[in-house]
């Protein structure tokens, strides 16, 4: 049974692999794509809106050929092998639990949509959940084995963790409070917690380091963006949680908290309830915060990845536990064929593109179709520019998201912003100086009956227009200005 489940487990996670780089090629970059790939084209200590293992990681990949497969390899590497540990912490965690308690973790990392987007297009939330998975793993035998190679290995997972992403401080804080729920405080009495501590924070020095020589202006970005509620909302939280219904599956939704009732109720075998509140300790604070944090509508879907991910083995097992029940078949089936539904649609309409078939999804789509010819017009007219009146104007855009595609499909040309948010790009490019001089791009439905605008202190005037789409539908309108600084 175990071998077959193991079997199982392998094709998903192969077919998977083989979709997600079969498809690589033929679809332009999205937001983060290209921002994120932009990072290994700027290579440092750390970035503005995240650590720097993003962008290191695709430094390995660079030198095959920076293209759309070779940025979008990683992903498919990571979600792989997030899939693997899914299922070897599963059956490490509940050694004696139900035979195919790792298949169905597979199975729910795969089912989930937005996982299956994040396993073609890179964020840095794709390392974080290889390392919090490995950190399940190490707390486990640290907690039935306390040796010191164990801590060691995990202030290494730990320093890795928190080069990828800031939420890797649940990872720390949920070990800390299994701990002390087993272990009271005796376990800080020996050398392994501080010794795996110090290497922690040597490995995350760089991102220290970044912070301090700019203001701490990252640490203090992501706070604010993620912690800081100015006015709460119950339906902004609650849309939320609907999504991430939809988003991460039904079934992983409505088993995790069954999971939790089931433990709090002393309805999990005792031998099964440390490596359950393990569980539940490196995943639920995180949910909790970014459950909270949606009150004000700023939480993006892929934010609770990591508690997703690091619950899965534990939703397996009260799957597993429960199949006799019919609402679980039945809830299974249904949850099962609205995800696989889903992805299907999705990465069907990515591969394929019919537009004319599906028009609803031209607003989906608006971030992928025209910023490459986008960006290779504003290249062609920033250079006639400059040599017919011998300035020398840089590229420029209202908003990083935007400029994402047009840096990456115009690099090594750089861009600047016009706005007052503080971005990557200031770090890169800095910020627009008084007198000069800028070819603007921007994607609006139209531009100015004047033809003539007024950005940021900058005058601009309209020189070309060009549209972008498929299947004889319009997706994108790019309009291109000349602007210039007051003096």
Known sequence: MQERGQVAAWGIITTVLLIHLTMASGVPLGVDEAHYALYALHPALSYFDHPPMVGWLQLLVAPLGYDEFTVRLVPAILYALSSYLAFRVSRILFPDGPVWIGLVAVFLINTAPILQLMGWGLVPDLPLMVFGLLSLELIYRIHHDNCLPY????????????????????????????????????????????????????????????????????????????????????????????????????????????????????????????????????????????????????????????????????????????????WVKGLAVFSSILSMGLIGFVFFFLAFMPLSTFPFMTSAIKDLVGWKTAAEQAQLLKQKWQKEEGVEPVLMVDNWTKASRIAWYAYPEPVQLLTDRLTQFDFWHGKPESGSYGLLVRDKKSAPESGRLKIQNFSCILVDETESGLDTITVNRFQFYRCQAAQ
């Not at 609650?238 to 002393?266: E, G, N, P």
């Open 151 to 326: 801590w060691l290995a995990l202030g290494i997972v730990f320093g890795l963790a928190g080069l990828s992403k800031y939420t890797a401080v649940f990872l720390p804080l949920g070990m800390i409070l299994f701990m002390i729920q087993y272990q009271g405080l005796r376990w800080l009495r020996q050398a392994g917690p501080w010794l795996a501590a110090s290497i922690a924070l040597v490995l995350i020095s760089p991102v220290l380091l970044w912070n301090a020589d700019n203001d701490w202006a990252s640490l203090a970005y992501q706070f604010n963006r993620g912690v800081g509620v100015e006015e709460w909302s119950l339906k902004e939280a609650l849309v939320m949680q609907l999504a991430q219904m939809l988003l991460y599956s039904l079934l992983a939704y409505v088993a995790a908290i069954a999971a939790i009732f089931s433990l709090i109720r002393k309805r999990i075998p005792e031998r099964h309830r440390a490596s359950s509140w393990l569980i539940i300790w490196s995943a639920v604070p995180l949910l909790a915060v970014t459950s909270w944090s949606a009150g004000d509508g700023t939480v993006l879907p892929n934010w609770p990845a990591l508690g997703w991910t690091l619950l899965a083995p534990l939703s397996a097992y009260w799957i597993c536990q429960g199949w006799s029940r019919l």
